[in-house]
């Protein structure tokens, strides 16, 4: 069955503090990997499409990267402003949505 | 301007009561979907509609019906509301054959039954 895992489900961290959020995932045919942040009361915003092992993509202080297994969010030397929930979701090959739980990160000033 | 906006923002109604949530993408998006998201931030999809031909109808109560009128916009209609239906739905959209598969998602709207 296809399924996306997120640790942790929370994370605090002081400002500067870096860090890394994990997404493990089982699929049956990964089309594509997709980091989100969700802040209070907002929809999920999008950040970064994964496709294959080895990809690697950045967008200022957060770096993703992708094996067959599993995802990490690297947040470098985050802000307060960086606080949010972070979700994970993967794109099957039977065409599927499937998301994960989420991490919520709060960056401590 | 806004890509995916839903209306309205926030619903609050009876149970037994019957209510609409409408979703339109300024994107030129061909697919568009409604998810649920529960008191625990779990997204779950419930909807798919390409090019208004219905795609996707995870397991979903049939009180629950939603309509595409064109590729823009996706609205949702609940009848016989129930206390469990209190969620945030989001609608969201996508380009299917563009090869690039990420979701644009509205602002949500947040039913409460009572």
């Known amino acids: 069955e296809d399924q996306v895992t997120q640790s942790p489900e929370a994370l605090r961290l002081q400002e500067g503090e870096s860090s890394s959020l994990n997404c493990s995932y089982t699929?049956?045919?990964?089309?594509?990997l997709f980091w989100y942040r969700q802040d209070p009361g907002k929809g999920p915003e999008f950040l970064f499409t994964?496709?294959?092992a080895g990809e690697e993509k950045e967008k200022e202080r957060l770096k993703a990267t992708l094996t067959k297994k599993e995802s990490f969010l690297h947040i470098t030397a985050p802000k307060p402003e960086d606080s949010a929930t972070y979700l994970c979701?993967?794109?099957?090959?039977?065409?599927?949505?499937?998301f994960g739980t989420g991490t919520r990160l709060k960056v401590l000033a | 301007d806004t890509a995916v906006s839903q209306t309205p923002k926030y619903l609050v109604t009876q149970m037994g009561n019957d209510k609409s949530i409408k979703c339109e993408q300024n994107?030129?998006?061909?697919?568009m979907y409604w998810y649920k998201q529960d008191s625990k931030k779990f997204l779950k999809i419930m909807f798919s509609?390409?090019?208004?031909?219905?795609?996707i109808n995870e397991t979903v109560p049939n009180r629950f019906s939603p309509k595409s009128p064109d590729k823009a916009h996706l609205n949702l209609h609940i009848n016989s509301l129930e206390l469990g239906d209190s969620a945030v739905y989001f609608c969201?959209?996508?380009?299917?054959?563009?090869?690039?598969?990420?979701?644009?998602f509205g602002p949500g709207t947040r039913l409460t039954v009572t």
């Open positions: 969201a959209s996508s380009q299917k054959g563009s090869g690039r598969y990420e979701q644009y």
């Open positions: 699929v049956s045919g990964l089309r594509g």
């Open positions: 994964l496709y294959s």
């Open positions: 979701a993967v794109f099957s090959g039977t065409y599927k949505y499937i």
């Open positions: 994107l030129g998006h061909d697919t």
């Open positions: 509609y390409n090019n208004k031909e219905l795609i």
